[in-house]
């Protein structure tokens, strides 16, 4: 039984490059005919609604993150197309995402407020949206900084899970120790 022998590629190479011949100085290159181009039609002038965001900010804590936009209105408080007190089940929840509110009632009728929020549970939803209400206050009324800042509404809370290390049943917990 014969083998197929491969052929050295460098040869094949060699062959399969072609040199194109050079176009003599005397004639002129003929350019193809282009179709002309077709206009786009014109844009028309978006108006800007009166209900734009007037400022936007971004809660977080533990995984939970909170987009909240402050819009002009009458104090309507919607959290994921839901009414604030339908959407937090518990008082405590309630009571910290509306504590900006709390603070500043001279302002909370001048207002609308829309958050979407997701991650984490509802408790550190709550505090994603209690910071991230606050931020945006603060980006439309600069005088609200000082009583927000002393009630500590503008401190975010850094803490988060500790990750499981390896070779440990958890964070910090180490597997069973076996004597024999």
Do not use: C
Request: proline share 4%; charged share 30%.
């Amino acid at each position: 039984m014969k083998t197929p022998t491969k052929s050295s590629s460098k040869s094949s190479t060699a062959t399969s490059k072609a040199v194109a011949p050079k176009a003599s100085t005397s004639e002129k290159a003929v350019a193809p005919k282009v179709a002309p181009v077709k206009k786009a039609p014109a844009v028309k002038a978006v108006k800007k609604s009166s209900n734009a965001p007037l400022s936007h900010a971004v809660g977080r804590r533990k995984s939970s993150v909170a987009r909240v936009w402050l819009r002009a209105g009458k104090g309507n408080f919607t959290i994921n197309g839901k009414e604030v007190l339908s959407y937090f089940d518990t008082e405590i929840s309630r009571a910290r995402a509306l504590s900006p509110w709390s603070y500043l009632p001279h302002i909370s009728k001048e207002y609308d407020i829309e958050v979407n929020v997701n991650g984490g549970g509802v408790h550190s939803q709550a505090d994603a949206v209690k910071l991230g209400v606050a931020r945006a206050v603060i980006e439309v009324r600069d005088d609200a900084r000082e009583v927000l800042r002393s009630e500590g509404l503008l401190t975010v809370d850094s803490r988060i899970k500790e990750r499981k290390k390896y070779g440990q049943k958890g964070a910090r917990r180490k597997f069973q120790f076996v004597k024999r």
